[in-house]
């Protein structure tokens, strides 16, 4: 059982940046370069920011923290989510990988360059403008939106995707409230608004290099330390009893116990790391604490790959080829008791007229 620790708070936005850094390093390799990239670019970002944004950036950066050390610690429901940004399921990288999805491809061939001008041609012929749905690849989004309908995500953190959004005849009215036909502005903006809400609830596929990386931890396969280090030591001072706190009577007596004692709450330990000295028989342990090992990274990043896929192009350039990650089922061997009923059992006979066996 993980126990929580007091680190000293960061003083200023280098010493937040190398802690933040230092926490990303506890993550598993597969999932540490996406977060680590992002700490990097954000802190290089707010640089040059004035102190109002300045304060507003440290203070979201503290609680990333808190939030690192949390999952790090063995709060499983906070390293899930952390997960789930590092390999595009939800927060800057899905947009990311989205893009790839949503947008036109660049035609290599002549047949997919006439029929893309065509289609622009059309669209001048009818003196429409050009706004952004006409830039994304609707029936690229449409193909990968059935896949993943069909695929029966579990745990996903998004909304399922229902068969009328990716068939938008069947969900925009062709007739308005008084029996006449729809406007086409009106019919544009709920087409925009069916496919946004698609784009939306798409689990954005991944490159195939990580998910054959995700695949081999998930199925036992994987090759090399895949494991997050080990945490070191926290470093302690020499003279200890120089650095023992005073105890803050003025806080219990101008606030409630229970707002002075929340930082130290079972709840709380893991994003505080607060110690609780009032309680009688001792620190209690926190809520939802667990012990990372190697069955539940194993455990944690299969359930991201069961919500990430591979999309690649069918040759000849037809169509899309798209596999999700899933898991076989293994039924558990009899036991040793049990295999006697399994020895020597006859085959069931077949039917002469070619009908069903009966069992």
Known sequence: MSRPFRLAKPQNPLHLYRHLLREASYLPPVARPFIEKRIQSRFQKSRKDDEERSAKHIAQAHHDLRLLRAANLGDTARMRRVLLHAFGRLGRRRRELMDRVIHRDVPTETEELQKYAAEASALVTQGSKLDWLDMWDVDKLRTYARSQMQAGLINSPKPTITAFQITPDKVIPTENAWGRPLAPKLYRTKLKNVWKAVADKCMPPLPKEQWEQLRAIATGQA?????????????RSLYPD????????????????????RPANRRNKLLSGAVDDNTPT??????????????????????????????????????WHITWGKEEFRPAPASAGAMEFFTDFPEPAQPKGGGKAKT
């Open 223 to 235: 090759e090399g330390n895949w494991l997050p280090p080990p945490r070191r030591p926290v470093a």
């Open 282 to 319: 001792g620190d209690p342990e926190p809520l939802n604490c667990h012990k990372y090992t190697a069955r539940m990274w194993r455990r944690l990043l299969g359930g991201i790959w069961q919500l990430t896929a591979t999309m690649e192009k069918k040759p000849g350039g037809r169509g």
């Open 242 to 261: 120089e650095q023992t706190a005073e105890w803050d009577w003025q806080s219990y007596a101008i606030k409630p116990v229970a707002v002075v004692d």
